[in-house]
């Protein structure tokens, strides 16, 4: 089921928190969030960047689009992010159904990078 959305199609205000999962679709999308870090970082987490980042280390990065589409899943985005790190800031700056060109910047990140 998709995410729905309180706002009407043609407010031209962006904000992605008007986006929103239902407990059951939250609670299923941590779930497979939870699966997938799991599988790709064990039990003991990422062995390289331990080793070669300082604990320190703060960056920034943008995702952006590389082709054309319609943005979907940003919510979850943020789920994931929060899941890996809580201090991680995820920043939207186009909301789901937004369309995007190649170079669209849809979010700005940021917080510690390890």
Do not use: N, W, Y
Request: hydrophobic fraction near 40%; aromatic fraction near 0%; include cysteine.
């Amino acid at each position: 089921m998709p995410p729905r959305s309180d706002r009407s199609a043609g407010d031209a205000q962006k904000d992605s928190s008007v986006v929103t999962l239902t407990a059951e679709e939250r609670t299923a999308a941590e779930t497979l969030i939870g699966l997938a870090l799991a599988e790709d970082l064990g039990s003991e987490g990422d062995v390289t960047s331990t080793i070669l980042i300082p604990e320190s280390a703060r960056g920034r990065v943008q995702i952006v689009a590389r082709q054309s589409g319609v943005l979907a899943g940003l919510p979850l985005v943020q789920l994931v992010f929060a899941r890996v790190d809580r201090r991680i800031e995820v920043a939207p700056c186009r909301q789901d159904g937004d369309r995007l060109s190649p170079g669209t910047i849809v979010a700005d990140v940021s917080g510690p990078v390890r």
